[in-house]
């Protein structure tokens, strides 16, 4: 099936599409991917990932169409840049 993986930095962004085995799960796209070794900042164990921006867990299966994504920690709280930006 086919899936894509996606992971943005403020200055960079990767976005692929692969085909995966048909019971994949998240973990397995990433991994299969080859994004942990392009940016190897990327910590599963801490990083949160998602399917079209709601959470999912890395042992989540993926669908044909999915967009897997790994989310960047926060590094603002953001009510302080809600108050910037006024």
Avoid at 13 to 33: C, F, G, K, N, Y
Avoid at 56 to 73: F, H, M, N, S
Wanted: aromatic content about 6%; some cysteine; charged content about 30%.
């Amino acid at each position: 099936m086919n899936v894509g993986v996606c992971y943005a930095e403020v200055d960079r962004q990767l976005w692929m599409r692969l085909e995966v085995p048909d019971d994949s799960t998240v973990e397995q796209a990433i991994q299969l991917s080859g994004v942990l070794k392009l940016y190897p900042e990327i910590n599963l164990a801490t990083q949160k990932v998602g399917i079209f921006g709601k959470i999912a867990t890395l042992e989540t299966p993926v669908k044909d169409g999915d967009r897997v994504e790994i989310y960047r920690p926060i590094t603002v709280d953001p009510q302080t840049v809600q108050r910037r930006r006024r």
